[in-house]
């Protein structure tokens, strides 16, 4: 993966020159009035070679606001095709944050919000990347480690939103491992890919049933982060849903909401790339990333509804719909993770129900958790990187929904409390004892128009996130 600007932090009295990019804040800058008062506006001046870029009122700026604003002027230099500049650091005093935090959020909106995928696209000449020089006057050191991790933070976001655009004639549960195997030799990651046979042999039987109708069966992907060994080390372990392509199979999607499936693997290239990430920050917590791939189609010996399954945990499930494919991998999934790792927390993320749209829209991401700290700390994580959450029940009376009548529990409980039924599910495969917390990103795990920092389609919700709440615990 290339980045389309090359972001580096120099003295200023080293600058060789070129367009200069200021930032004001109003009221308190009378130049503001004529380059507008919403933050991201830009106003040239081509002949100061100076470009001054609102920062927005002063009392409201904050470190998302930079984000944004890194976003804007990055958009901005693209089509004004300026091939580099520097900006002046210590103009962004202004936005009342220090020097480092400033330029570290800055430089996470320049290089999120540079993205594009390319990849499929005929015709179009590369372009050099454009060099943009941060210019520091003081806290050097501090300032180039702080943009430094905001790159591989960025790195980090920008590899899930790759991975999941890659269409599902691409993508698929085997090439998926593959393209992992190489990611983990190049990270420094443990690798150990479970196929369709050791799955079956050890009694996963939902994630081997969710992938029998497609012609590339299962995989279970387990990447590991060994940190640095303290007096606990169990890990933190990551569980994440990648259906490579989900049809809904025999509960078949509509014309409409068949389009655009290839996202429904989201939350597991959000685990990828967040292990990814932490070896390339060399984070010292112990980390294990288990991603379950399956792609979910129809054919003659595809799971049908009033199947039952036996899980990997032993329990029994009644299939209701096979569009309710998610929670059955990650069923398998979860089991998997406490039986080997016995980790000290588990988080999952998951594409998993139309449901938390209806409920948060696409600002925030539901939350369902048996586990107040893991659960506020996942919260607190959020509100600092932006990438937001909003706590869901999972109230014990909400398990009569998916009470199995010929089997242990069922698959889905119809329409009512839908995303909290799909955490109630997940519920049933964490033991009483590991603190647990399932992330339903349906409704931010791509986005439909652009935003700020980031182009229409996969945002890679989550990695940020994730990475902000380990690296918290140390």
């Known amino acids: 993966m290339s980045r389309i600007i090359d972001l580096n932090v120099i003295k200023k009295d080293e600058w060789m020159g070129g367009l200069l990019i200021r930032f004001a804040a109003a009221p308190e800058s009378l130049s503001l009035a004529s380059a507008g008062k919403e933050a991201g506006d830009v106003r040239l001046n081509p002949a100061e070679k100076e470009a001054l870029v609102s920062l927005g009122l002063k009392d409201k700026v904050k470190a998302e606001t930079l984000r944004r604003v890194g976003g804007a002027l990055v958009r901005w230099l693209e089509k004004n095709e300026i ?49 943009i020089n941060l210019l520091a006057e003081s806290a050097l050191d501090e300032t180039t480690a702080l943009v430094e991790k905001a790159g591989v933070l960025a790195d980090g976001t ?105 996202y429904d693997k989201s939350g597991g290239m959000v685990v990828i790339a967040a292990l990814v990430a932490a070896a390339r920050l060399r984070l010292k917590t112990r980390i294990v990333g288990v991603v379950a791939a399956a792609e979910n189609m129809i054919s003659g010996i595809a799971y049908r509804p009033n199947d039952i399954l036996k899980s990997l945990s032993g329990k029994t499930i009644e299939i209701i719909s096979t569009d309710a494919e998610g929670r059955l991998v990650l069923a398998d999934a979860l089991t998997y993770t406490q039986q080997a790792y016995g980790p000290r927390a588990v988080i999952d993320l998951a594409t998993l129900t139309g449901g938390v749209i209806t409920a948060l829209g696409s600002v925030r991401a539901g939350i369902m958790s048996n586990d107040e700290g893991l659960s506020q700390a996942l919260i607190a994580a959020g509100e600092s990187t932006y990438e937001r959450l909003w706590p869901l029940p999972l109230d014990e009376e909400y398990f009569e929904q ?27 495969f964490v033991g ?5 917390a399932h992330i339903d990103i349906a409704g931010v795990g791509n986005a439909e128009a652009d935003l700020p920092y980031c182009p229409k389609g996969a945002t890679g919700f989550g990695v940020r996130l994730l990475l902000e709440y380990i690296q918290n615990l140390a």
């Open 402 to 428: 998916i009470k199995g009548d010929d089997s242990d529990i069922k698959n889905s409980g119809g329409k009512k409390a839908h995303p909290v039924i799909g955490g109630m599910f997940l519920k049933q």
């Open 83 to 131: 091939e580099g500049a520097g900006v002046d650091l210590a103009s962004l005093t202004e936005s009342g944050l220090p020097v480092p935090e400033a330029a570290f959020a800055l430089a996470e909106g320049l290089l999120l919000g540079a993205f594009k995928f390319k990849r499929h696209k005929t015709g179009q000449a590369a372009r050099p990347a454009i060099i």
């Open 432 to 436: 009483d004892s590991t603190p647990w």
């Open 158 to 262: 920008n590899l899930a939103r790759e991975l999941t655009h890659e269409p599902p004639n691409v993508i698929n549960p085997v090439t998926l491992a593959e393209k992992v195997k190489n990611l983990a030799a190049e990270a420094g990651l443990k690798c150990t890919i479970l196929d369709e046979r050791q799955l079956a042999e050890m009694g996963a039987g939902a994630i081997v049933a969710v992938g029998k109708g497609s012609a590339t069966p299962s995989r279970l992907i387990v990447l590991e982060h060994e940190g640095v060994p303290n007096g606990d080390n169990r890990p933190v372990a990551l569980v994440g849903k990648a259906i490579t392509f989900d049809t809904g199979g025999y509960s078949l999607k509509s014309v409409e909401g068949i389009v655009g499936m290839k």
